[in-house]
């Protein structure tokens, strides 16, 4: 779940939250997000990590985290206790990306979701030229050894987020090294081009 | 107030505080005790912020003596692996400070003390006391030794149980609390545990309606099987099997009852030095207390209830895959309570397979967890 453009990935979700609001970050691993959003945003910041290692690096860190995974604990929160909860390239890692998304909309005001795009030129190239799962940088493990068993295309992200009612308050496209590009996620060309995605979300109404 | 110090050992100090008679301890149950004793020792000195001073609450079986060998029988210290000059608790660092709880048998006032309206030995008449009145009368030493707020307060087992209630009623008191291996109440299978222990030790002629003391007898055969049914639950199928398998004491069997294989004999002697130390209606008092608990039945069957004062307390709860005592769901029970009272929770898993006693073994990532929970709160609060 480690992306190429983690950097880039930071820098938007930083710019994105609002300094000294709530935020939960799932699967905040090592706590260097949530690391900077508390020293930059000065956000009241608490996470959720899977392992015991990363759990106790946070702790070192002073940040407030929870051993616990995105598809079991995120029931247990109440709802609004955050401003933002966010998802950085995780949601094609678990079981029920549908329940997760909504969860992460009843826990938090707005959620911040990165993922990769499985519609990116260089995955339908590599699945066109050469018949077999693709392995690009984004997605660098072969079928049978990755963790990522829920992987889509922006188009079905902008799909399923209409089904669950959500609006797209902001979206970006990221790669690595470039600075992130605001695109409309909508537009056909975008599927193409942006290798991970960047979504603001808010539910609708 | 009253302060004997009897222990100027190994860097500990304390010794026994005894309230006056106008500083009664209302308990629970409606009963007060009065001129009561409280038994403790501290390590390292309180800094002159007053902002330094650790809480330890001990387990059932325990003591006050969390960092310094038993100046009487020279048990070892029970906490070395966390407590102790270059280990997260540290004297060079911080005061330390654990006292034995009231109805224990380390100094505090419990069933052996002397009841001074009769002056024997109170035995059955002694109050039933909760794990709430333990901490009131731990807040009151703290207090009398000046401390204001404690920087953390940190327990596991009935310790950790003590930290929810610290938590709970004197919020303002605690900077952080940390909870190991514990829960917010005990489960039907923990009172079953503590009821067979109390049983055994009732079931002994020489426990004599708890008043064995004052007719010169003592219920060891009772008070040590209660022991034994309770290490095994201290431990864990895997680290009994690694320890002991089927391994023989002797060649061969006996074809009879004598401690044929090694756990018998290892319970035998875990059974037989307990009673040494300990006394049976102590042992009855303190099951009890921890039966009663339940932090969530006090506010109203909702637990998030119990630390909505708590929100601005720094938490870390740790447990054990292999804790089947105080199982991983209980510890997740308590860390969601806090997430839905808002407060700062941390809680980390540690993978282990020595059950529930692997709190007071060598973990390295509980060590290394805890450190990195109490420095970085250190940096906050400010502490060299």
């Keep these: 779940m480690t992306g190429v453009a983690v950097r880039e990935d930071f820098k938007e979700i930083l710019r994105l939250v609002r300094p000294g609001a709530r935020v939960l970050d799932v699967g905040c691993g090592e706590g260097a997000l949530l690391e900077s959003l508390v020293r930059e945003n000065n956000v009241d910041?608490?996470?959720?990590?899977?392992?015991?290692?990363?759990?106790?690096?946070?702790?070192?860190?002073?940040?407030?985290?929870?051993?616990?995974?995105?598809?079991?604990?995120?029931?247990?929160?109440?709802?609004?206790?955050?401003?933002?909860?966010?998802?950085?390239?995780?949601?094609?890692?678990?079981?029920?990306?549908?329940?997760?998304?909504?969860?992460?909309?009843?826990?938090?005001?707005?959620?911040?979701?990165?993922?990769?795009?499985?519609?990116?030129w260089r995955v339908r190239l590599d699945l066109l030229f050469h018949g077999r799962m693709p392995v690009t940088g984004v997605l660098p493990?072969?079928?049978?050894?990755?963790?990522?068993?829920?992987?889509?295309?922006?188009?079905?992200?902008?799909?399923?987020?209409?089904?669950?009612?959500?609006?797209?308050?902001?979206?970006?496209?990221?790669?690595?090294?470039?600075?992130?590009?605001?695109?409309?996620?909508?537009?056909?060309?975008?599927?193409?081009?942006?290798?991970?995605?960047?979504?603001?979300l808010s539910r609708r109404g | 107030m009253e302060i004997l110090d009897t222990s100027a050992r190994q860097g500990a100090g304390g010794g026994v505080m005894t309230f006056p008679g106008d500083r009664t301890l209302t308990l629970d149950s409606g009963a007060a005790l009065e001129g009561f004793e409280i038994a403790y020792t501290t390590y390292g000195e309180l800094n002159r912020?007053?902002?330094?001073?650790?809480?330890?609450?001990?387990?059932?079986?325990?003591?006050?003596?969390?960092?310094?060998?038993?100046?009487?029988?020279g048990r070892p210290a029970w906490w070395r692996t966390m407590v102790g000059p270059g280990r997260p608790i540290d004297p060079d660092r911080h005061f330390i400070i654990c006292s034995n709880i009231i109805g224990g048998c380390g100094g505090s006032t419990g069933p052996s003390s002397l009841d001074p309206a009769t002056g024997r030995a109170w035995g059955?008449?002694?109050?039933?006391?909760?794990?709430?009145?333990?901490?009131?009368?731990?807040?009151?030493?703290?207090?009398?030794?000046?401390?204001?707020?404690?920087?953390?307060?940190?327990?596991?087992?009935?310790?950790?149980?003590?930290?929810?209630?610290?938590?709970?009623d004197y919020p303002e008191r605690i900077f952080s609390a940390v909870c190991i291996a514990s829960a917010a109440r005990h489960s039907a299978q923990n009172i079953a545990f503590h009821e067979v222990g109390r049983q055994a030790i009732m079931a002994d002629p020489d426990w004599r309606g708890g008043d064995y003391a004052a007719q010169g007898v003592r219920p060891e055969k009772g008070l040590a099987v209660a022991r034994m049914a309770a290490h095994i639950t201290y431990l864990s199928e895997p680290a009994l099997h690694r320890k002991f398998g089927r391994e023989l004491q002797r060649d061969?069997?006996?074809?009879?009852?004598?401690?044929?294989?090694?756990?018998?004999?290892y319970l035998r002697h875990q059974g037989a030095s307990f009673v040494?130390?300990?006394?049976?209606?102590?042992?009855?008092?303190?099951?009890?207390?921890?039966?009663y608990f339940d932090l969530a039945g006090a506010h109203g069957d909702v637990l998030a209830d119990?630390?909505?004062?708590?929100?601005?307390?720094?938490?870390?709860?740790?447990?054990?895959?292999?804790?089947?005592?105080?199982?991983?769901?209980e510890s997740r029970a308590i860390v969601r309570a806090l997430n839905a009272a808002g407060a700062r929770a941390s809680f980390v898993e540690i993978e282990s397979d020595k059950g529930h006693d692997a709190f007071l073994l060598e973990e390295p990532v509980l060590r290394d967890a805890l450190n990195g929970f109490l420095q970085s709160a250190a940096q906050i609060r400010n502490l060299a």
């Excluded at chain 1, 902001?170 to 942006?194: F, G, M, S, T």
Aim: hydrophobic share 45%.
């Design chain 1, 45 to 120: 910041g608490r996470g959720l990590e899977i392992s015991p290692e990363g759990v106790s690096a946070c702790l070192a860190r002073g940040l407030a985290v929870v051993q616990g995974d995105a598809d079991h604990d995120l029931d247990y929160f109440p709802a609004k206790s955050f401003d933002y909860v966010i998802l950085s390239q995780t949601l094609q890692a678990v079981q029920r990306p549908r329940h997760v998304l909504s969860e992460l909309l009843r826990i938090g005001d707005q959620a911040i979701v990165s993922l990769p795009n499985f519609g990116h």
């Design chain 2, 306 to 329: 119990a630390f909505r004062r708590a929100r601005d307390v720094r938490f870390c709860v740790f447990s054990f895959t292999s804790d089947w005592l105080y199982p991983t769901p």
């Design chain 1, 141 to 200: 493990e072969p079928w049978w050894n990755t963790p990522n068993i829920h992987l889509c295309t922006l188009r079905d992200f902008t799909s399923i987020c209409q089904d669950l009612r959500l609006s797209i308050d902001a979206c970006a496209a990221l790669a690595a090294d470039k600075p992130a590009r605001r695109i409309n996620p909508q537009r056909p060309v975008e599927n193409w081009r942006a290798e991970t995605a960047l979504f603001l």
């Design chain 2, 276 to 291: 040494d130390r300990f006394d049976a209606n102590s042992y009855l008092y303190i099951t009890r207390a921890m039966d």
């Design chain 2, 124 to 168: 059955l008449r002694f109050p039933v006391i909760t794990i709430a009145d333990m901490v009131r009368a731990q807040a009151m030493l703290v207090e009398a030794l000046g401390v204001d707020q404690l920087f953390a307060v940190v327990g596991g087992s009935m310790g950790g149980m003590q930290v929810l209630q610290w938590a709970a």
């Design chain 2, 49 to 73: 912020a007053r902002s330094n001073a650790i809480l330890i609450c001990h387990a059932l079986s325990l003591d006050q003596h969390v960092a310094s060998n038993h100046p009487v029988t």
């Design chain 2, 252 to 265: 061969g069997l006996s074809w009879g009852f004598d401690a044929d294989f090694q756990i018998e004999s």
